[in-house]
C-alpha cells in the first residue's frame, strides 16, 4: 500500500477423493426400466469413465467399454454376454476414471446380476 506495507496469505485446498462416484452393487437387466443396466452414477468431480471392464467368476471378461461419459446408461452393462443374457451370479468391475483434476483412479468391486 502506500505505507509500503504488504501482505501474504496461504490458501490450502485438500481434494476429498472419498465420493463422486456411485456404483449399485446388484442390477437386474429384465427390462422393467428399473435397475436394467450396470453404469457409474457420479458426480462433477468425475469428468470421464475411461474404462469399464466386467469379468465373470473365472477372470473371463465379459463386457468392456472405453473413453464414455459419466451418468449415461447407454455407456453401461446390459446384463448380455455376446447378445445373449448373462446367467445370475456375480461379476467383477474394474473401473477407471478421470476425475475433473486431471488425476486418474482406479476402483473394483462386485456387482449381482439378478434375473
Known amino acids: 500500500d502506500a505505507n509500503g506495507c ?59 467399454r472405453k473413453d464414455s461419459p459419466p451418468n449415461d446408461p447407454a455407456a453401461g452393462w446390459n446384463g448380455d454376454i455376446g447378445g445373449k443374457p448373462a446367467g445370475q451370479g456375480v461379476y467383477i468391475y474394474v473401473i477407471e476414471v478421470m476425475r475433473a483434476d486431471g488425476v486418474a483412479e482406479r476402483y473394483s468391486g462386485e456387482v449381482v446380476l439378478v434375473r
Request: hydrophobic share 40%.
Open 6 to 64: 504488504t501482505v501474504g496469505d496461504d490458501i490450502w485446498i485438500r481434494i476429498d477423493r472419498r465420493g463422486g462416484l456411485y456404483l449399485p452393487n446388484a442390477f437386474s437387466p429384465n427390462g422393467d426400466g428399473l435397475n436394467d443396466v450396470f453404469f457409474a452414477n457420479t458426480d462433477a468431480s468425475v469428468r470421464r469413465i475411461t474404462n469399464l471392464r466386467i469379468f465373470d467368476r473365472w477372470g473371463g471378461l465379459v463386457f468392456e
